[in-house]
């Protein structure tokens, strides 16, 4: 019996990735992501699924970003009671990403109630911290290269992609077809992270296309931010660095390390990392050394060059202290979290500094900042900006489009057809353009919901 993919998300966008694959009566959903964006594309959150939860035998997570793992806790609480297979780091990560998750729910719904913009009355949460952390029982960890079943007869195997601890691509094979998800691929010359493995065999392949479109620059993020730094201890400023808890947080942590011991930054600039989550990821580091270039010394740094912030009393306190200082919190894209106390209190000054890190979506306030408005709102109110803008080009935790081609060139043969998922249309398109042209290899981009032969 025929193989067969369904896109329920990740095509034509690069959020809420879900391949449903099916042989005869047997279903298997990779990822389990949620839509996030615009709102148009966040309504399809709520949209029940082609197929009844209970009547999915087996999911299987590629890393623990969100937009791969974070519709988890509705499929189990909707009826998914089977195991969820992904690799260590990724089930750790989950645990401190979903319950993070499920209690932003609820705060969005008591907002929507409070503000009575909601059509339904009471506004509910998609679903709740509690939903969250009774789904994470579900996970069972493998390690990666060792092959396992996660459906009698069909077999699975992770290898590394980089990006972020415990990320995968996934090899599945079932009914004679070899079928390659890449996950979401990291740099191969990423600044913490290793590079990603080579390709196995197969005979169908979806890549991420993220960055498509792009090459990166070829300046690393230390030659971006060191002067940045400078300037602001010079003018006795404070910098609000916006970031996501998992993976940016430490990568800008080990470049301000290494600025200081290169002395290019003065050693005694205070550095507060202001994100619970942040600070758990930092400390899954020392578990899983193979993952990523940092050795026990520099993992170690990664906890001694910041002053931790654990408690909101703690964070608020943060205010009354003078600058220079620089303080990293999330979320990256300034759309919640503790980052928008620090912007609303620093964006007015002209001593201070707001430093962007990565692509900043369409829409939201990383967006407007990077943007050079004069104002930007929050909590309600419009917050004047006269920090001055510094974006970082370098940080990216994606490998972009040659790297992309690189990786499908280390397949040992060309596979039978290519989807190019996980980029928003235009991305997927310049990288569907390069494997059709460049590598001469068949490929699509699929369209949401649609079906294709595996
Ligand atoms: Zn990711």
């Known amino acids: 019996m025929s193989v067969s993919i369904t896109f329920l998300g990740g095509a034509s966008t690069v959020t809420g990735s879900k391949y449903l694959v099916r042989q005869g009566a047997q279903t298997l959903l990779v990822d389990c992501g949620l839509f996030q964006g615009y709102k148009q594309l966040r309504l ?17 997570l590629t890393h623990a970003h969100l937009d791969h793992s974070g519709y988890l806790p509705l499929l189990a609480r909707e009826g998914y009671g089977g195991h969820v297979h992904a690799t260590r780091g990724t089930r750790d990560l989950c645990a401190i990403l979903l319950p993070d998750s499920g209690h932003i729910q609820e705060e969005d719904a008591a907002f929507a109630n409070r503000h009575g913009f909601s059509k339904h009355a009471p506004a ?33 195997t992770f290898f590394r992609a980089g990006h972020i601890l415990g990320a995968a691509s996934l090899l599945l094979e079932v009914a004679g077809r070899r079928i390659l998800f890449s996950g979401d691929l990291g740099r191969t010359d990423d600044f913490i992270m290793n590079p990603p493995d080579r390709a196995p065999a197969a005979d169908t392949v979806l890549i991420e296309s993220t960055y498509g479109d792009r090459t990166h620059p070829q300046e ?8 940045a730094l400078h300037r602001l201890a010079g003018r006795g400023g404070v910098a609000v660095v916006p970031v996501f808890a998992v993976g940016r947080a430490q990568e800008l942590l080990h470049a301000i390390d290494q600025l200081k011991q290169r002395g290019e930054v003065p050693k005694n600039l205070p550095v507060f990392l202001d994100s619970p989550m942040a600070i758990h990821t930092t400390h899954l580091f020392e578990h899983y050394m193979d993952e990523h270039r940092l050795d026990a010394k520099q993992v170690r740094a990664l906890t001694h060059c910041a002053t931790m912030i654990n408690t909101p009393d703690e964070s608020k306190a943060l205010a009354r202290r003078h600058g220079p200082m620089v303080i990293l919190a999330a ?16 964006a007015g000054d002209h001593r201070n500094m707001i430093v ?49 081609e690189a990786w499908l060139r280390s397949l040992p043969s060309p596979p039978g057809q290519v989807y190019v998922v996980h980029g928003e249309i235009s991305a997927a ?25 595996a």
């Open 220 to 227: 690393d993020v230390l030659a971006e931010l060191g002067p």
């Open 331 to 346: 979320s990256g894209m300034a759309t919640g979290g503790r980052v928008l106390h620090h912007l609303a209190l620093y």
């Open 124 to 156: 509910l949460p998609l679903y709740t911290r509690k939903d969250a952390l009774a789904c994470l029982k579900q996970i069972k960890a493998h390690d990666f290269s060792r092959t396992f079943e996660p459906i009698p007869g069909w077999h699975a």
């Open 356 to 404: 962007l890190t990565g692509f900043q979506s369409p829409g939201t306030r990383g967006a407007t900042l990077a943007s050079g408005a004069p104002s930007v709102r929050i909590h309600g109110r419009d917050v004047s900006v006269g920090a001055e803008i510094v974006q970082l080009q370098s940080a990216s935790a994606h490998a972009d489009a040659p790297q992309l």
């Open 44 to 60: 399809r959150n709520w949209t029940p699924l082609p197929v009844a939860p209970h009547q999915i035998d087996a999911v299987v």
């Open 429 to 453: 398109d310049a990288l569907r353009q390069r494997v059709e042209h460049g590598l001469g290899w068949r490929a699509l981009v699929p369209e949401h919901g649609a079906t294709w032969p």
